[in-house]
């Protein structure tokens, strides 16, 4: 499948932005949806829309087997050794804040402490802060040097017999940083420390396979990987989940109840309380269809090309800077301009057709370590070419000299 073949798949690149061939750059933020997602959503609500799990019909049937079927596609997709090992909810957001209340629930005392990283998305830094004011736990963050990377000796110096669990990005939304995380995960194994791993910007892009990590949580978001807003993926190991405690209440939970006791269903269910989105459910096995069609090594390939030839480009322009610049990379470029703040480079391009993502990116304090007030931010996707990048340098190059 080539990049023509795959865009076509992609009704919105055909839109105009102010009166131009749309430029999005934003795949960080949202990826777009191909037609089979849209059409997977469609056809749930038009054909056998019903709740799942608690119905005899033909319709709560059809629902259900088709949701199941997302959920073992979602395995494969990942490797996950069982299939109740994969926890369908609202997304990475969500699925961190599952384990935070319930690992810190069933684990954490006073005294223990979590260790994040510097380059941390708001939501991999604040359920942390919640939870150890709850618990009287202590959070320590692991520093980064100036390239974005993840200062080893600082890490492990970090690590005592204090250290319940490592919750860490895989890939960095701002800075694209692929973090050394067999390294970690390994090093933390080796001390008894569990490790959480922020997945959302790495699924979209590589293959993620979690029995090879050994990584014991992983989440994800399906808006990232093509797929609908509003549902994603906790992944984690089985003997762990079931030694959390529940994280809501509510019908699907449970087993038994009576005004005296409740008896808690088994996994995955344990952790499904309530009516889940079930169309976008179902839609995010047609994104892991049309990633698969497409080929994780090809969606790799493409978007390397694009940052290797992105990259020298923008270094070689007066009055631009890159902020993320590690060895390894995914294709996520940020930059700063001595001319212009983030957000007038931001509403210039999108003048132009152009979107790229300007602020902080939900990364307060990595801006903070920079000294820079935010970044605007190109992140690519398969369907990207390089007449787009051009597109996107020439459009930069006129604003910087309007800025100027």
């Given at each position: 499948?080539?990049?023509?073949?795959?865009?076509?798949?992609?009704?919105?690149?055909?839109?105009?932005?102010?009166g131009?061939?749309?430029?999005?750059?934003?795949?960080?933020?949202?990826?777009?949806?191909?037609?089979?997602?849209?059409?997977?959503?469609?056809?749930?609500?038009?054909?056998?829309?019903?709740?799942?799990?608690?119905?005899?019909?033909?319709?709560?049937?059809?629902?259900?087997?088709?949701?199941?079927?997302?959920?073992n596609k979602?395995?494969?997709?990942?490797?996950?050794?069982?299939?109740?090992?994969?926890?369908i909810?609202?997304?990475?957001?969500?699925?961190?804040?599952?384990?935070?209340?319930?690992y810190?629930?069933?684990?954490?005392?006073?005294?223990?402490?979590?260790?994040?990283?510097?380059?941390?998305?708001?939501?991999?830094?604040?359920?942390?802060?919640?939870?150890?004011?709850?618990?009287?736990?202590?959070?320590?963050?692991?520093?980064?040097?100036?390239?974005?990377?993840?200062?080893?000796?600082?890490?492990?110096?970090?690590?005592?017999?204090?250290?319940?669990?490592?919750?860490?990005?895989?890939?960095?939304?701002?800075?694209?940083?692929?973090?050394?995380?067999?390294?970690?995960?390994?090093?933390?194994?080796?001390?008894?420390?569990?490790?959480?791993?922020?997945?959302?910007?790495?699924?979209?892009?590589?293959?993620?396979?979690?029995?090879?990590?050994?990584v014991?949580?992983?989440?994800?978001?399906?808006?990232?990987?093509?797929?609908?807003?509003?549902?994603?993926?906790?992944?984690?190991?089985?003997?762990?989940?079931?030694?959390?405690?529940?994280?809501?209440?509510?019908?699907?939970?449970?087993?038994?109840?009576?005004?005296?006791?409740?008896?808690?269903?088994?996994?995955?269910?344990?952790?499904?309380?309530?009516?889940?989105?079930?169309?976008?459910?179902?839609?995010?096995?047609?994104?892991?269809?049309?990633?698969?069609?497409?080929?994780?090594?090809?969606?790799?390939?493409?978007?390397?090309?694009?940052?290797?030839?992105?990259?020298?480009?923008?270094?070689?322009?007066?009055?631009?800077?890159?902020?993320?610049?590690?060895?390894?990379?995914?294709?996520?470029?940020?930059?700063?301009?001595?001319?212009?703040?983030?957000?007038?480079?931001?509403?210039?391009?999108?003048?132009?057709?152009?979107?790229?993502?300007?602020?902080?990116h939900?990364?307060?304090?990595?801006?903070?370590?920079?000294?820079?007030?935010?970044?605007?931010?190109?992140?690519?996707?398969?369907?990207?070419?390089?007449?787009?990048?051009?597109?996107?340098?020439?459009?930069l190059?006129?604003?910087?000299?309007?800025?100027?």
């Open positions: 499948m080539n990049v023509e073949e795959i865009r076509a798949q992609f009704p919105i690149l055909n839109e105009k932005v102010n131009k061939p749309l430029v999005y750059f934003d795949n960080g933020a949202t990826a777009q949806k191909p037609q089979s997602v849209i059409n997977a959503i469609s056809s749930y609500y038009s054909t056998y829309n019903a709740n799942i799990h608690r119905g005899v019909h033909e319709l709560s049937q059809r629902a259900t087997e088709a949701f199941e079927i997302g959920r979602i395995q494969a997709f990942i490797n996950a050794k069982h299939e109740h090992e994969v926890i909810n609202k997304g990475t957001t969500d699925g961190i804040n599952l384990i935070a209340s319930c810190g629930k069933a684990f954490i005392k006073p005294g223990d402490e979590i260790v994040i990283t510097a380059m941390e998305h708001h939501s991999n830094i604040v359920p942390w802060q919640l939870m150890c004011e709850e618990r009287g736990a202590v959070l320590k963050v692991a520093p980064i040097n100036k390239k974005g990377e993840l200062i080893w000796d600082e890490f492990i110096a970090l690590l005592s017999d204090k250290t319940r669990l490592v919750s860490m990005v895989h890939v960095s939304n701002t800075l694209g940083t692929i973090n050394p995380v067999e390294k970690v995960i390994s090093e933390c194994h080796g001390r008894g420390i569990h490790v959480l791993l922020d997945g959302a910007q790495a699924v979209p892009h590589m293959k993620v396979d979690v029995q090879a990590l050994d014991d949580f992983y989440v994800f978001s399906a808006h990232k990987m093509y797929g609908p807003t509003g549902v994603g993926v906790l992944y984690g190991k089985e003997d762990l989940l079931e030694q959390l405690p529940p994280y809501q209440g509510g019908g699907d939970m449970i087993k038994t109840v009576t005004f005296e006791k409740t008896t808690y269903n088994s996994l995955p269910h344990k952790f499904e309380a309530g009516t889940p989105n079930i169309a976008d459910g179902i839609a995010m096995s047609a994104c892991i269809d049309f990633m698969n069609a497409v080929g994780l090594d090809q969606i790799s390939q493409i978007e390397m090309e694009l940052l290797d030839y992105a990259t020298p480009k923008l270094e070689a322009m007066d009055h631009i800077e890159i902020i993320g610049t590690a060895d390894k990379k995914a294709a996520v470029i940020s930059f700063v301009s001595d001319l212009a703040h983030p957000f007038d480079i931001g509403t210039l391009l999108d003048q132009q057709g152009i979107a790229v993502r300007t602020g902080h939900c990364t307060e304090p990595l801006m903070n370590f920079f000294c820079i007030p935010g970044t605007a931010r190109a992140s690519f996707a398969c369907y990207n070419t390089i007449e787009e990048i051009d597109i996107f340098l020439n459009a190059e006129r604003s910087l000299k309007m800025l100027a």
